[in-house]
């Protein structure tokens, strides 16, 4: 089943890096992202949340996995 992981560097309830390092050592096939600007739930499309660069780049790299599924 395809998988693709996005995280935000700023999400306060997340640390990015270390679901980052668990993932990898668990399923080293998935792709993890971390965005450096973004906090959780950037694509959620309240101001305070969202990240227009971020929410981009993370729509097109998920929308790549599932054009290879």
Known sequence: MPTV???GRLDA???A???K???????PEVPVYIYDD???GFNNEDPARHSQAS???AR????ELFEKA
Not at 21 to 27: D, G, H, P, R
Not at 60 to 63: C, I
């Open 13 to 15: 309830g997340i640390p």
């Open 5 to 7: 992981v996005h995280l």
């Open 60 to 63: 097109q790299r998920t929308l």
């Open 38 to 40: 973004a906090g959780h």
């Open 55 to 57: 929410a981009d780049l």
């Open 17 to 19: 890096d270390t679901v």
């Open 21 to 27: 390092a668990a993932v990898q050592a668990a399923n």
